[in-house]
């Protein structure tokens, strides 16, 4: 049993935590699939971690409801494992893949019949975030959603024990199963605690920086390119790799020359992600995405129908799970921002664009942040979203009994977005992007000495 259970339960963490295994590069693993279903992702996945593929084990029909595949093929499988010698192709094979999302009774029938550590799609993604949680915020959520994961999974393993279901195991087995689920109770009592803490603190410290900054949220399916641009229009050094899952906690900087204009990176969303292990990242999300403006990002140089695909997950994500309250409000300050176009071509790109506006998108901004492409439009785009139109007023001296032209300068520095300003004269001519409401407010407060040219 505790054999078993460590092996069940020992990659994505969780249970007997401290010992289980966090790094992964260089193992091998099968990958056990239904039917001919594209496992390109979720190989992706796996590479990012160093975990390579030895073979893919492929048969057709439905999913079993305890093994997920036929139990004749497991058995195949595990009596080759049993049989191999040191020049078979599954010679340092440690780990199977099953091509889903499991239920725990799939996991543990699998674990049964082979003798393997085995991981479902949900178990992959939490692994790959263990490995890539390196900030105190992150691996709080990480183990959370691992706990719950494990806590599925062990409460499984004590039904089966219970119903007699599962042989073998005596008294001591149950006694040792559950004592590991209260404890594992225990400590996510402990860590939701935690959490609600630090996320209470990250409200409060949001409410208060948005009474002195407009935000924009940078969001987007895994590996769109957000790190990058974040990088690009705030000049803060932020992880940027070719893996999926780089960033799994959300940093705030500001927009180069632009201090009032805060930007927020952010986890990127995956298709099949269940909601338990999501809601650990809520708060996460949330960061970026209670903002003044999202960027909703999208790899143009990604065959059109994962653009589809990806583009689908991201909205979903936004309109189900993160955004539920003020969902309507938020979709209209969405701004879709195709990256990555120095990578593909112009056809490429066209399709691209008739195909997000097929989502309602109908004027995506294309970018580079390798480049620049886009970069400038992006930015201006950005502005008259927060601001309002860019235009160029002519400040002109008041009289003597009237406040200098010092103060009315620095009135627009308070209200509107001030790109720049300079001396003619007795005047001030100032570049800025306002609405109309401001300008209005402004011209009923100083009247003619704002002049619109
Ligand atoms: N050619 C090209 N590659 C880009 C561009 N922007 C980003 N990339 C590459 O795309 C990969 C992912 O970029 P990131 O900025 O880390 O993407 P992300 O959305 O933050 O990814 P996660 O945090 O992992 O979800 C990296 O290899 C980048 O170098 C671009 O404008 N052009
Ligand atoms: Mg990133």
Redesign the pocket.
């Given at each position: 049993m505790a054999d078993s259970k460590a092996d069940l339960l020992a990659g994505a963490g969780g249970l007997i935590t401290e010992e289980s295994q966090t790094r992964h590069d260089g193992r091998k693993a099968l990958l056990l699939v239904r039917n001919n279903e594209d496992c390109t992702e979720f190989i992706a996945l796996a590479e990012t971690m160093g975990i390579s593929i030895v073979e893919r084990v492929e048969q057709r029909g439905r999913d079993d409801p305890k093994w997920f595949m036929g139990q004749g093929k497991l058995q195949d499988i595990a009596e080759e494992l049993a049989s191999r010698s040191a020049k078979h192709p599954w010679e340092n094979v440690d780990l199977l893949l099953l091509h889903t999302n499991a239920t725990p009774r799939q996991l543990v029938g699998v674990n049964d019949a082979v003798g393997l550590e085995v991981w479902d799609r949900v178990r992959l993604l939490l692994s790959l975030f263990t490995v890539h949680a390196s900030s105190v915020e992150a691996r709080t959520q990480v183990r959370i959603a691992r706990l719950q994961s494990d806590r599925t999974v062990l409460r499984e393993v004590v039904k089966q024990q219970t119903t007699g279901e599962r042989a073998g195991f005596g008294g001591a087995g149950q006694t040792a199963a559950g004592s590991v689920l209260t404890n594992v109770n225990a400590e996510l009592a402990a860590l939701r605690k935690k959490q609600r803490r630090q996320n209470k603190s990250a409200s409060e410290r949001r409410r208060q920086r948005k009474k002195q900054a407009v935000t924009v949220g940078l969001a987007?399916y895994?590996?769109?390119?957000?790190?990058?641009?974040?990088?690009n229009l705030s000049g803060k050094e932020v992880?940027?790799?070719?893996?999926?899952?780089?960033?799994l906690e959300s940093t705030i900087g500001r927009l180069e020359a632009s201090p009032r204009v805060l930007l927020a990176?952010t986890?990127?969303f995956i298709d099949g992600l269940p909601n338990a292990a999501l809601d650990a990242f809520r708060a996460t999300l949330a960061e970026a995405i209670e903002c003044d403006l999202l960027l909703l990002?999208v790899?143009v140089?990604d065959p059109i129908k994962e653009i589809d695909r990806k583009l689908q997950t991201s909205l979903r994500e936004l309109s189900e799970r993160v955004l539920d309250s003020n969902h309507s409000s938020v979709m209209e300050r969405i701004q879709l921002v195709l990256?990555?176009?120095?990578?593909t071509s112009q056809a490429s790109i066209d399709s691209a664009i008739e195909m997000v506006a097929t989502h309602g998108f109908i004027n995506p901004i294309v970018?580079?942040?390798?480049?620049g492409i886009g970069i400038e439009e992006l930015r201006a785009t950005m502005l008259h979203a927060l601001f309002g139109p860019q235009r160029t007023v002519m400040l002109h001296p008041g009289g003597q009994d009237e406040p200098a032209i010092e103060s009315l300068l620095s009135r627009f520095f308070d209200s509107v977005y001030v790109h720049d300003h300079r001396r003619e004269g007795d005047f001030i001519e100032v570049r800025i992007s306002a609405s109309d409401e401001t300008l209005a407010i402004l011209q009923s407060t100083y009247g003619e000495r704002i002049e619109l040219k």
């Amino acid at each position: 049993m505790a054999d078993s259970k460590a092996d069940l339960l020992a990659g994505a963490g969780g249970l007997i935590t401290e010992e289980s295994q966090t790094r992964h590069d260089g193992r091998k693993a099968l990958l056990l699939v239904r039917n001919n279903e594209d496992c390109t992702e979720f190989i992706a996945l796996a590479e990012t971690m160093g975990i390579s593929i030895v073979e893919r084990v492929e048969q057709r029909g439905r999913d079993d409801p305890k093994w997920f595949m036929g139990q004749g093929k497991l058995q195949d499988i595990a009596e080759e494992l049993a049989s191999r010698s040191a020049k078979h192709p599954w010679e340092n094979v440690d780990l199977l893949l099953l091509h889903t999302n499991a239920t725990p009774r799939q996991l543990v029938g699998v674990n049964d019949a082979v003798g393997l550590e085995v991981w479902d799609r949900v178990r992959l993604l939490l692994s790959l975030f263990t490995v890539h949680a390196s900030s105190v915020e992150a691996r709080t959520q990480v183990r959370i959603a691992r706990l719950q994961s494990d806590r599925t999974v062990l409460r499984e393993v004590v039904k089966q024990q219970t119903t007699g279901e599962r042989a073998g195991f005596g008294g001591a087995g149950q006694t040792a199963a559950g004592s590991v689920l209260t404890n594992v109770n225990a400590e996510l009592a402990a860590l939701r605690k935690k959490q609600r803490r630090q996320n209470k603190s990250a409200s409060e410290r949001r409410r208060q920086r948005k009474k002195q900054a407009v935000t924009v949220g940078l969001a987007g399916y895994t590996n769109a390119g957000k790190s990058s641009l974040f990088r690009n229009l705030s000049g803060k050094e932020v992880l940027v790799e070719n893996r999926l899952f780089s960033t799994l906690e959300s940093t705030i900087g500001r927009l180069e020359a632009s201090p009032r204009v805060l930007l927020a990176d952010t986890i990127g969303f995956i298709d099949g992600l269940p909601n338990a292990a999501l809601d650990a990242f809520r708060a996460t999300l949330a960061e970026a995405i209670e903002c003044d403006l999202l960027l909703l990002l999208v790899d143009v140089g990604d065959p059109i129908k994962e653009i589809d695909r990806k583009l689908q997950t991201s909205l979903r994500e936004l309109s189900e799970r993160v955004l539920d309250s003020n969902h309507s409000s938020v979709m209209e300050r969405i701004q879709l921002v195709l990256t990555k176009a120095d990578s593909t071509s112009q056809a490429s790109i066209d399709s691209a664009i008739e195909m997000v506006a097929t989502h309602g998108f109908i004027n995506p901004i294309v970018i580079s942040s390798h480049t620049g492409i886009g970069i400038e439009e992006l930015r201006a785009t950005m502005l008259h979203a927060l601001f309002g139109p860019q235009r160029t007023v002519m400040l002109h001296p008041g009289g003597q009994d009237e406040p200098a032209i010092e103060s009315l300068l620095s009135r627009f520095f308070d209200s509107v977005y001030v790109h720049d300003h300079r001396r003619e004269g007795d005047f001030i001519e100032v570049r800025i992007s306002a609405s109309d409401e401001t300008l209005a407010i402004l011209q009923s407060t100083y009247g003619e000495r704002i002049e619109l040219k």
